[in-house]
């Protein structure tokens, strides 16, 4: 593992990666082919009564037509996550030390991407939420505002760790930046490709730890920046075959997008097979990050803090950044949970007495909307959460 995952004594490494190696999380293909199994008989349940209803051919024909191709949408959906939900098991160097792992995935261009504590179930880890995601993140119909948000956090991490004064960087020392709750890993991946190009790093290492929770989503990262070891290049979905109101035409709930764009499996040679950046991913929690203290020197955040306790979540996050370190947050308050729903004004409390200096004259709204994933042409005005 990266640096910034690297901690305890040894005993307790040869432990935890023990563990890793002997539990393995459920079948995340067959909890997905189950899925898309009701989705197709509640395809039958819609469409049931086309036989029974009064003489109209071509209503009838055209209904016909457009059942099939809901049907075979589907069954592509399928077809494309058991697909990504089933990436090439690894080869592995040995259990007994990161240090080892770390050059043995070097070596061999290998992200690594640990499942243990990952966890199936949930909404976030559902065949209609992949595919949403996965058309955000990496698809050809990827909302351009969210290029913008990524753009600007980039930039913001460039003048917190590398222009700035009080920069926590270490001579010597790579880079070290966790972010948590990362879907799948498209924040990740731009984060690190941008700074492995900036000149001003100075050919410094880049160490980037994405954590997620779900089995599936962890999967799916496997698959995407692992994809040069198995028979996998794109992939073709249709995120909205399972939505069957306010359809304008066929076309809308019929809409496919292709991936992965950017394609993030490596295409040179070095950490991670990319020059100069290291990813790895885990389904670590701010709980445990925070035992690592001060190993971090930059936490971002983006949809993630109303989806936790983020009073604990604020506290945890000063616990694992280094003296002079950074948290970059963006996102909504549309608390998942009941509890505490402070405002923005109380956070702010929250973030100063919790040991941070807001910079920048604190939290701002941002000046534009930033669709989540909207279906195109759909008679009511709509996001996919």
Known sequence: MASIIRSGSAAARVWAAWMRSALRPKDAVAASVYESEQHLESVEREFQDLDSIRPMPKFTKAMKLYRNQVRDAQFQNMESLQLLLSPTEQPRGTIFGWKEEDEFAEKNFITRVNYFGSHLGGTYGSNDNLLSHLSKDWSDIRPKQWDTLHEKIISTIKTSLISSSDSPLQSGEPISIVVPGCGLGRLVYDI??????????????????????????????????????QEFNEFSIHPFATQRKNNLSPSSRLAYAKGPLPNPKPQSEGLGGRSGVDYSFSAMTL????????????????FFLDCTDAVETIKDIF????????WINCGPLAYHDWGLSPTSKELALAVEESGFELLDNGIHQLEEDLPYFERPDST??????
């Not at 100075?202 to 989503?217: L, P």
Request: aromatic fraction near 4%; charge should be negative.
């Open 192 to 229: 690190g490709e941008s700074l492995k190009s900036d000149s001003e790093l100075n050919q410094m290492s880049v160490y980037i730890h994405g954590t997620e929770a779900s089995t599936a989503c962890l999967k799916i990262i496997d698959s995407l920046f692992n994809a040069h070891t």
């Open 287 to 302: 709980d445990e990050l925070k035992q690592l203290e001060e190993t971090t020197d930059c936490v971002v955040t983006c």
């Open 319 to 326: 616990d694992c950044l280094r003296p002079g370190g950074v």
């Open 380 to 385: 009511l005005v709509e996001q996919t959460w």
